[in-house]
């Protein structure tokens, strides 16, 4: 490596965060603010009331217009929640989509129903923000795209919120720019030590509470917490798996759920020459967040907020070369000997995301996580749960890339 080329590496390392054109765009440089968007929140759940306080610190972009939920309790905890708004409240959402004054919907819902809300809220003209994962089948996600092309004028963003956050967006700059050199392993985690079960105050209402148990409406722990890692993979490296394998089972709580409490995964990206491991847990939370992405040069361990660098050996006496030559900035290290990737504290994902949803819908441009990302990476949920419940090898279908 030529002597620019190790200035130029070790910059990256030990400066300030840079800022490509496109993360600049994402944390709203520039932006003119033309007034305050009016959302309705459809879906008053844990999640749902967790972005209405995002929504209320962003009041010069929303304001919150609207609430709806099919359970009573809810519903007054949305209307709560939103306060010191007096959103109108709803029971069935296709009544707040006739409220021709809300601007834009965020849906909050048991997986099995977003693509139907979403579907019904393009078509009512609604600018949506779908939440994770963007749809239940690979059928859906296909059906979906499409019906996003007939409206091109409307902003659909899907809500992988983590990767909107200047430490993801470093990430990719430095995939892109080869400081991680050639990456064939990724390993990724994200185990917790509980039940995931919520309270119920009506036996009745178990299914409907705790919808994340049951195959009819979830996607399990793949399209709840793992999909965040692989689409971040999708993305960065612009690629999918041609290849998954997976095995999982209700091995700890033997409690009436169906979907499993402990998962594991294996994808395949040929073209990349990686193979991407990603594993949930209910039953120990030592790992809790695991994402590492190992490259012939070095490795990257991230936590949500935090993230650091690993070279090897090589790659560190080069740092090191370059630090005593050029009198740059010297590289901090933490006690492991990681190189931290940001020196700045960063806001919850959800913030950059809305940050960016309102960009996006006032200067009609297109998300960082839009309706093809959100498609792709609802196919690869699909496949992983197909593999593991089905106990087959799933292949990415050459119908896909249609999307």
Known sequence: MIRREFIKQAGIFSGGLLLHSSMADAFGAGIEKPG??????????DRGQGMMQTLKGLNSQFRIAAVCDVLDFRLKEGQKAAQPASPGAYKDYRKLLDNRSVDAVVIAVPLNMHF????????????????????????????????????PHLTLQVGHQYRYTPLYF??????????????????CRWDRNWNWKRAVP????????????????????????????????????????????GTGGIDVYKDGR??????????????????????????NAHDGYMFRLKGRKGTISLLMNEGFFYPEKETRKELEVVDGVTGATKIELSKDGGIPLLKEPVKDGTWYAFNDFYKCITQQQQPTSNVLTGAKTAICVDMINQATYQNTIQEWKSSYNLI
């Open 36 to 45: 305050v968007l009016n959302v309705g929140i459809i879906g008053c759940g």
């Open 116 to 151: 139907g809300i979403a579907a019904d809220a393009l078509r009512a003209g609604k600018h949506v923000y779908l939440e994770k994962t963007m749809t239940y089948s690979v059928a859906q996600a296909v059906d979906l795209v499409a019906l996003a092309k007939k409206y």
């Open 170 to 187: 470093r990430v990719k700059q430095i995939i892109d720019d080869g400081y991680l050199g050639e990456v064939t392993q990724i390993d």
């Open 202 to 245: 009506d036996p009745s209402l178990e299914r409907q509470i705790n919808w994340r148990m049951y195959r009819e409406y979830s996607g399990g722990l793949p399209a709840e917490l793992l999909s965040h890692q692989i689409d971040f993979i999708n993305w960065a490296f612009d690629t999918h798996p041609d290849t998954v394998l």
């Open 258 to 283: 169906e979907t499993f409490d402990n998962v594991q995964a294996i994808l395949r990206y040929s073209e990349r020459g990686m193979i991407g491991n990603f594993g949930a847990t209910c039953a």
